[in-house]
Nanobody
Framework: VQLVESGGGLVQTGGSLRLSCSAS????????MGWSRQAPGKERELVAA???????YYAASVKGRFTVSRDNAKSTLYLQMTGLRSDDTAVYYC??????????????????WGQGTQVTVSS
């Protein structure tokens, strides 16, 4: 499974962005998918995920501002981000897994990762 993110960029505080992640390869085998982010000097954190049954998970830091969704027909994952803040600045990574093993809200349970897309929120 290969994952390619797009949609990152520079946005002002309070603005919005939509990230996309296109999956290829054995995309039909994908179970849950998610978005993780890593800011400079900080650990990577899983901020949103969605199960094969379309059940979403959100980290407390983004709940109410970010929306995760997927289009299985297009093998694409989305992350709609609104109310962006400076602490949302990070590289955002798409993640996917095959098989429903373990909690899909934990990044350790994902085997495939994209290269990342930079999101910068300026004040």
């Amino acid at each position: 499974v290969q994952l390619v993110e797009s949609g990152g960029g520079l946005v002002q505080t309070g603005g919005s962005l939509r990230l996309s992640c296109s999956a290829s390869g054995n995309a039909d085998s994908i179970d849950a998918m998610g978005w993780s982010r890593q800011a400079p000097g900080k650990e990577r954190e899983l901020v949103a995920a969605i199960s094969s049954g379309d059940d979403p998970y959100y980290a407390a830091s983004v709940k109410g501002r970010f929306t995760v969704s997927r289009d299985n027909a297009k093998s694409t994952l989305y992350l709609q981000m609104t109310g962006l803040r400076s602490d949302d600045t990070a590289v955002y990574y798409c993640a996917a897994r095959e098989g429903s093993y373990g909690d899909y809200s934990r990044s350790v349970n994902y085997a495939y990762w994209g290269q990342g897309t930079q999101v910068t929120v300026s004040s």
